[in-house]
């Protein structure tokens, strides 16, 4: 197999687990995302067994326990790892993706803003030959002040006293003023104008920078994915040699364990989300104004986990119970990465599910995903979300973090709806949003090569999935 001998290192877990650090770092909340992620320190990576080890295991039943659960052990941190390398290059991607927004957004601006400028300094130009114009016939007429021929050569500083002047009537201090006006708005409109460009200049520097920082991170996702395949075919095999089975039920259970670690993981943030939403629901009651948040929140309502959507619901609005673990049967080993589930056909009726409709339409080829896509070819996670809510009539703002801060209305996981938008990251910034269809799955643009999937809830739960969904 290529990996042999006690001197073999899981190299997943040194290039995967680097990437773990990024999960705790927040995220920047700045209009600009410009921030370079800092440096993580590499742990040392643990040793596969040899095979001498594994021979040595075999001779007791506690040592085949022991080497069994080393082995069981390395195997979910390796899962973990890769976990980790897959949010921290969705991080990276949402970062470039908004960066690309902020960038096309101040384009847009210094664009306005020369146009301004120019057609400012247009009025300027012609207020300018109307005061020459009229300097000319009070020179004409002998009543010319010395001090309008400073004006008339470039110089505004002496407007408002020639202006001013008792010579000349009420309409020629209306074209003297209007003229100070036009240099003033022009003057202030070419400031701007410079102001604004200098601004895109610099979001086009960070907009490469965070181009850089997204391939490194996918780069880097992609390795730790090859290289724990690589890990898991040798551990695999010890597991059989020492469990005296085959590779494939070995296969199986790691799978189940690796689906059981998920599944919990999905339970512990529904059942936090539920008691979060229980324990503000005992506050508002017992206060006798409540707050427009917790009015915001319909505590009452009944809950159904992503998780378990067919949980039968409370009797009182006490926190729902989070949903008891399925145990999993062995099935064939899934892919490291989900691949793209069949689009479900949703049910009929509501705006949402307009919206999940069109995501679902999107779903693999010819679309594909793409850093600051909006459509109608390519799309990143908040693009596809905006687009697909447009085609439902309902216009939501551009990033992950701008679509669940203004949406009306936010529930607990527990109580998500299809059409409900999932976040993962760190309030108030978040780094990537997804369009819950129910049954335990999200649609998504997920990243450049997987591109616009269907995906288990669980399997991502670990990534930093936000308890709080929101509702349009």
């Known amino acids: 197999m290529g990996l042999t001998g006690s001197g073999r290192k899981a190299a997943v877990l040194c290039t995967a687990v680097v990437l773990l650090g990024s999960l705790t770092l927040p995220a920047q909340a700045a209009p600009l995302p ?16 040899s095979p001498e080890e594994i021979a040595a295991a075999k001779a007791s039943e506690s040592a085949t326990a022991d080497q069994v659960t080393r082995i069981d052990r390395l195997l979910a941190d390796a899962a973990a790892a890769q976990e980790a ?35 400012a300094e247009a009025e300027q130009a012609k207020t300018r030959k ?13 009543g010319l002040n010395p001090a309008l021929s400073t004006f008339v050569s470039g110089n505004g500083d002496t407007l408002q006293q020639a202006a001013t002047l008792e010579a000349i009537s009420a309409g020629r201090s209306r074209a003297f003023e209007a003229a100070e006006n036009a240099a003033s708005a022009a003057k202030s409109l070419t400031a701007a104008a410079e102001d ?3 601004a895109a200049d610099d979001a086009a520097k960070s907009a490469e920078d965070r181009k850089v920082d997204a391939e490194r991170a996918n780069a880097a996702r992609t390795k730790a994915v090859s290289e724990a395949k690589a890990q898991r075919t040798v551990l695999v095999d010890q597991l059989a040699s020492l469990r005296n089975t085959t590779v494939a039920l070995e296969s199986a259970r790691v799978d189940a364990l690796d689906r059981q670690r998920a599944q919990d993981r999905l339970a512990a943030v529904t059942a936090a989300a539920a008691s979060q939403a229980a324990d503000q629901a005992a506050a508002a009651q017992a206060t006798p104004a409540q707050s427009p948040a917790a009015q915001n929140r319909p505590a009452a309502q009944t809950p159904a986990s992503p998780a378990s959507p067919a ?13 008891a673990p399925v145990r999993p049967e062995l099935v064939t080993p899934p892919p490291a990465v989900p691949a793209p589930s069949p689009a479900p056909a949703p049910s009929p009726g509501g705006s949402n599910q307009t919206a999940i409709s069109a995501a679902l339409a999107k779903v693999g080829s010819p679309y594909f995903y793409k850093y600051g896509g909006s459509g109608p070819l390519g799309f990143d996670c908040s693009g596809l979300v905006q687009n697909a809510f447009a ?8 990033t992950a973090a701008q679509q669940y801060a203004q949406a009306p209305v936010h529930v607990p996981l527990s109580q998500a709806q299809p059409g409900d938008l999932l976040v993962w990251g760190s309030a108030p910034d978040f780094y990537h949003v997804g ?22 809830l669980a399997w991502m739960a ?6 709080t969904v929101a509702r349009y």
């Open 462 to 467: 670990g990534m930093q999935l936000h308890p």
């Open 435 to 456: 369009i819950y269809i129910g049954g335990g799955r999200v649609v998504q643009a997920l990243n450049p090569e997987d591109g616009i999937t269907v995906t288990d």
């Open 34 to 49: 410009g921030t370079a992620v800092p440096a993580v320190t590499v742990p040392a990576s643990p040793e596969i067994p």
């Open 85 to 119: 390398s897959f949010a921290a290059a969705m991080r990276a991607n949402n970062a470039y993706g908004d960066a690309l927004v902020t960038l096309e957004i101040r384009r847009d601006a210094a664009t306005l803003a020369s146009a301004k400028a120019a057609s």
């Open 130 to 142: 109307q005061v020459g114009q009229l300097a000319g016939d009070l020179y004409r007429n002998g």
């Open 311 to 323: 949980a039968p619901a409370p009797a009182a609005p006490a926190a729902p119970a989070a949903p």
């Open 391 to 398: 085609a439902a009539g309902k216009y939501l703002p551009r």
């Open 196 to 198: 604004a460009n200098r």
